[in-house]
């Protein structure tokens, strides 16, 4: 019989390739690099990223100990790299949701190869950005005060202050992703639980299994749940990161009362997390030779979203510009000003090289197809949102309503402690990652290739 992916015939777009057809071949080829040993790459990699992960905690060490004067802060310039890691992170982890829930909701079958560690990206981001608020009050012995609990002391929580939301937004959100995560991982953990060659190996997954035989009423079941999820999701992502968007709008500082703030960080959000999701893809289609399930359309697809985003991402920086001049105010136009040609002026062009010139490259379909052209956009657009955090606080808090208090950010070595560790400690929980469980969802690929005809 003819495949319907053969060449010559006018097939569907291939998100699978015809080598991998089969169900039998698709579960080998994601399940058997987790039962072989693994390889001094692997090996390396989990060395060096494990050394970054104790520099991080030496350092929240250091800093729970000696105080945040360690940081470069100072009596104008309160928030730092901190809250810029924050909002970063937070920024990240907001992808792996969306890549599950909306593509899911939407029927966009280019999801299934990509989902599953863009949901475990997600946990690892999150769990990074829930840290950085607590580390920056220096003090994390007061941190339950931006918990929402009864009002006892007649002060705090202040529910009036978006630092509140702040906390109940993470919390929200991270036990949706490991709920969300965790469901549609069952299937893929009863597989491993039955080629498991080891005892352990199968009471381990047989465990987090949690039972499952893969019966049509637990498939049922599992997809009425992952679909439901899937709904409660996509309002849930854009909240958080509306959220983050309020700490700065819901203020009264030039620059930051701009209503486009929560939509804006939404796609921003977005656009960081689906570059970072390009570098771990092809990490992941590398290190595992998932060549044929991680296919170059994938990448054209996502390269099609980061050009969407940063067309956006442009009008928005445009937005911005425009309302501070036909808003009239002088502290507004000033600090519009400052932005171009102030002290923090050559990283903000640097930001707008990175966010919105260098991904118009994009247009082309050749670049789109190249795996080292998207590998270079996707860590600059990632370079360019952290600029983006970091300026939003640097210039307004540098340059507000009071020249007298106009003071400038200097690095210190514990701010780059902060900026570089952390993602020592994010690659260090991905490599554990991709060791313990598939990377890619096999019963989603087993779907896939039956849809396109491959099987």
Do not use: K
């Amino acid at each position: 019989m003819t495949s319907v992916l053969d060449p010559a015939l006018p097939a569907p777009r291939r998100w699978i390739a015809s080598e991998r057809a089969s169900d039998v071949e698709i579960t080998q080829a994601i399940a058997e690099p987790l039962f072989a040993p693994a390889g001094r790459m692997w090996w390396i990699a989990l060395l060096v990223s494990l050394a970054f992960a104790l520099w991080f905690m030496g350092s929240i060490g250091w800093l729970f100990y000696q105080g945040i004067g360690i940081w470069g802060i100072n009596s104008t310039t309160v928030w730092g790299v901190a809250i810029a890691n924050y909002v970063w992170w937070i920024g990240i982890g907001n992808a792996g949701t969306l890549i599950s829930a909306m593509l899911s909701l939407t029927r966009q079958q280019w999801r299934s190869s990509i989902n599953r560690f863009a949901e475990a990206m997600t946990l690892f981001a999150v769990a990074i950005a829930g840290i950085m608020p607590i580390i920056h009050l220096g003090r994390p012995i007061y941190a339950y005060w931006l918990a929402p609990y009864p009002n006892t002391m007649a002060l705090w929580p202040q529910w009036r202050s978006a630092l509140v939301w702040d906390f109940w937004a993470i919390i929200s959100y991270l036990l949706f992703s490991i709920l969300f995560w965790y469901v549609s991982l069952i299937p893929d953990l009863a597989t491993m639980r039955d080629r498991a060659r080891n005892r352990a190996g199968q009471l381990l997954y047989g465990v987090f299994a949690l039972g499952w035989r893969g019966s049509a009423r637990h498939w049922s079941r599992l997809q009425t749940l992952h679909t439901t999820m899937a709904a409660l999701g996509v309002p849930l992502v854009c909240s958080v990161h509306s959220i983050v968007g309020l700490d700065f709008a819901a203020s009264l500082m030039p620059g930051w009362q701009e209503s486009i703030f929560p939509p804006y960080f939404v796609v921003g959000a977005m656009y960081s997390g689906f570059a970072m999701v390009i570098v771990l893809a092809l990490a992941i289609r590398w290190g595992f030779e998932l060549q044929a399930i991680v296919t170059e359309n994938h990448f054209e697809v996502i390269g099609r979203i980061l050009l969407m985003a940063s067309i956006v991402m442009g009008y928005s920086y445009a937005t911005e510009w425009f309302m501070g001049w036909y808003g009239g105010e002088h502290s507004d136009r000033s600090l519009v000003g400052f932005e171009f040609s102030g002290s923090y002026a050559p990283l903000f062009w640097a930001l707008l090289i990175c966010n919105v010139a260098l991904p118009q490259a994009l247009w082309f379909p050749r670049v789109r197809r190249s795996l080292p052209a998207l590998f270079v956009i996707a860590i600059a657009i990632n370079i360019g949102m952290w600029l983006e955090r970091i300026l939003i606080i640097w210039n307004t808090l540098s340059h507000d309503y009071m020249p007298s208090l106009w003071r400038v950010f200097h690095f210190t070595f514990w701010d780059w402690s902060f900026l570089i560790a952390p993602l020592g400690f994010f690659a260090f929980l991905f490599l554990l990652f991709v060791r313990l469980v598939p990377a890619v969802s096999m019963f989603d690929m087993r779907q896939l290739a039956h849809r396109e005809g491959a099987a």
